[in-house]
């Protein structure tokens, strides 16, 4: 069968005999440019090389909780509200808050039919103290780890459906994590209904350690099984032209980097070397549980999806080791899905994000739901001739320096709060930001793939820059108005922003929109700005929110956009 039978079913052409199950595995800060997916054999011969790798996924806000939050519920970040890992602008208590326990992917799998299950880490701020206050939402059987153990390898605690928290101290936590999802998928098979599943162990997140002379606490080197501690001892952070590479034109905070010494840098390779080795339980994890969906005979009938919640960064543009930021370490991370109609051993290169993959799983399981991203054409040609290029990045707060050195004193570092455009198509490569500061970043990944070489701050380039014949100008102008469209976009907005400019649809593309005869349309449009760097969304610090709109050539619609609460549903469609 070819493609999604959930459009079998949709059509109602075709009734298929059960819902797929769905396992999910989401890893906790996997990168793929320090090489990770390099190390993981296992996901490659069960996962990549039975599906379909996604090579330009992205989050959308790269930090844990908030893209986390973006994932689950299919919302943008500034949607969400959950910018942070802890109060008051993130975390669980945030998540409560802001309606998410009652209102995301788990609840809506249950109520299409599912049985659902989780074991792992599911947002930061979920402690031994607030796991009961109340219960998160949405699972037929849970094993949740808790903060302040989360992140302590051998020290975790964990709730059962809600008992009184657990601890395995002296156990391996991806192990245990292994184990409670195999035990979670005999329930899960012995009933008939279809299955969610979702495996969340924090392997290659960092340790969390406690000063005990402060108690301060940090996240210093990863812990990793007694039985991995002998591998990768020759791995190296790759020498890239963004190793320890001095940024030429950094904004804000990343200005004026240090360089790192020997010592530093062999600290971070032995950083590198053990994420790998943390990772390893996670790729024995992934060879158990599809062993055990094969022999259980279920396979035909389960997609298995594999992701992280952000990127990561080692040594890179001079950085202690770290996530938050919106270079591609940080943003661009694996996404693999194998299953029904999914072709084996294929890579697709349409742009996707973490918004997208609620959409995904809710189609998949025969009930469409309105949300911020698109249901991913999940085999090539299934995109017919869409357009799939832009991500939309998002980013509130502060960035954490995690290991030994970085930053010093103060090991976080303010005016982190940008917004940042990534488009990806046949013609161009880019990424764009502005920053709280008001700063600009503009690289051409084509040919700068480190984003070293900030454009934007160089006017002797920029000067001679062009794209599709276009000058530096006239390509900012157009970049600049869609991330005035993405950074308030809800529902169809967010997946086809350039309809909200054209409503014509003469424009659906960076490359349509770079004609001159818009050169005056864009000109005239209102700048991204903020007025201040706030740690969370304060619309009112960033700058204006509405925009005009093409009718003609003659005709400017001015678009009123502070009647932020409009109703998901008349406006969006299936993608087909
Ligand atoms: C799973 O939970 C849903 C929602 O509470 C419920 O309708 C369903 O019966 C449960 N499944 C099982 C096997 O108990
Ligand atoms: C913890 O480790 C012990 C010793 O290896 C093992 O017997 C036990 O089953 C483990 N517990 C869990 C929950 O994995
Ligand atoms: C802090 O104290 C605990 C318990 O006494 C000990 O296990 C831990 O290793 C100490 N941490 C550090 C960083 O010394
Ligand atoms: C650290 O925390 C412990 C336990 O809460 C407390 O007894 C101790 O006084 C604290 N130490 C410092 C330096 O604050
Ligand atoms: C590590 O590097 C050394 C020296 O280049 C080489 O002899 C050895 O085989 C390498 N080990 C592994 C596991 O690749
Ligand atoms: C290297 O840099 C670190 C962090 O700044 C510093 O603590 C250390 O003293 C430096 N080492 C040398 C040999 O300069
Ligand atoms: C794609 O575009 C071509 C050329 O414009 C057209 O012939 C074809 O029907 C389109 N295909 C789809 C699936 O829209
Ligand atoms: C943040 O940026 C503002 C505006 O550029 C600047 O005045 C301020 O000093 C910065 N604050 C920090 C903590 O870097
Ligand atoms: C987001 O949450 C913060 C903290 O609760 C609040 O101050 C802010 O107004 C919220 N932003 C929006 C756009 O709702
Ligand atoms: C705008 O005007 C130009 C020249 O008059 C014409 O070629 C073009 O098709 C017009 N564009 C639109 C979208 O109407
Ligand atoms: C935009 O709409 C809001 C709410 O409907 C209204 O209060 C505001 O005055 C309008 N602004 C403009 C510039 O029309």
Known sequence: MKFSSAFLLLSGAVAFAKQPNILFILTDDQDIHLGSLDYMPKLKK????????????????????????????????????????????????????????????????????????????????????????????????????????????????????????????????????????????????????????????????????????????????????????????????????????????????????????????????????????????????????????????????????????????????????????????????????????????????????????????????????????????????????????HTSVEYWGTALAEGLYGFNNPRYMYNNTYKGLRLISNDYNLYYSVWCTNEIEFYDVNTDPGQIHNLAADSSTSATYTLEGRSFDQVIARLDTLTMVLKSCKGVVCTEPWNSLFPSGAVGSLKDALKPEYDTFFAKQPKVSYSACELGYIVSSEGPQDFNVYESNKTFLKVNRSDRDFEYGDDWHLYT
């Open 46 to 389: 069960y996962i990549s090389e039975q599906g379909t790798t996604f090579t330009q996924h992205h989050c959308t806000v790269a930090i844990c909780c908030p893209s986390r939050a973006n994932l689950w519920t299919g919302h943008a970040a500034h949607n969400t509200n959950v910018t942070d890992v802890k109060p008051p602008w993130g975390g669980y208590s945030k998540v409560v808050s802001e309606g998410w326990n009652d209102n995301y992917l788990p609840i809506w799998m249950q109520n299409t039919g599912y049985n659902t299950y989780y074991s792992g880490k599911l947002w930061n701020g979920h402690t031994t103290s607030n796991y009961d206050s109340p219960y998160a939402g949405g699972f037929n059987g849970s094993d949740f780890l808790l903060d302040p153990y989360t992140y302590k390898y051998y020290d975790a605690k964990m709730t059962r459906n809600g008992a009184e928290p657990v601890s395995y101290a002296g156990n391996y936590s991806t192990d245990v994590i292994s184990g409670k999802i195999q035990g979670f998928l005999d329930e899960a098979l012995a009933d008939e209904r279809p299955w969610f599943v979702v495996a969340a162990p924090i392997a290659p997140h960092s340790t969390q350690v406690t000063d005990n002379a402060t108690n301060a606490t940090s996240l210093q080197i990863p812990e990793y099984a007694e039985r991995h501690a002998h591998l990768f001892n020759n791995y190296t952070i790759p020498r890239d032209t963004r190793f320890n590479a001095k940024i030429q034109g950094g904004v804000s905070w990343m200005a004026h980097l240090p360089e790192l010494n020997s010592t530093v840098i062999e600290s971070y390779d032995e950083f590198g070397r053990a994420r790998l080795r943390a990772l390893q339980a996670v790729d024995e994890m992934v060879e158990t549980l599809v062993e055990k969906l094969d022999k259980a005979g279920v396979l035909d009938n389960t997609y298995i999806v594999y992701t992280t919640d952000n990127g990561f960064h080692i040594s890179q543009y001079r950085l202690p080791p770290g996530k938050e930021c919106g270079f591609d370490t940080d943003i661009h991370i694996p996404l693999m899905i194998r299953g029904p109609g999914i072709e084996a051993n294929k890579e697709l290169d349409i742009v996707t994000s973490h918004t997208d993959l609620a959409p995904t799983i809710l189609n998949l399981a025969g009930a469409p739901k309105a949300l911020d991203g698109k249901i991913i054409p999940l085999t090539k040609g299934a995109a017919g001739n869409k357009t799939y290029e």
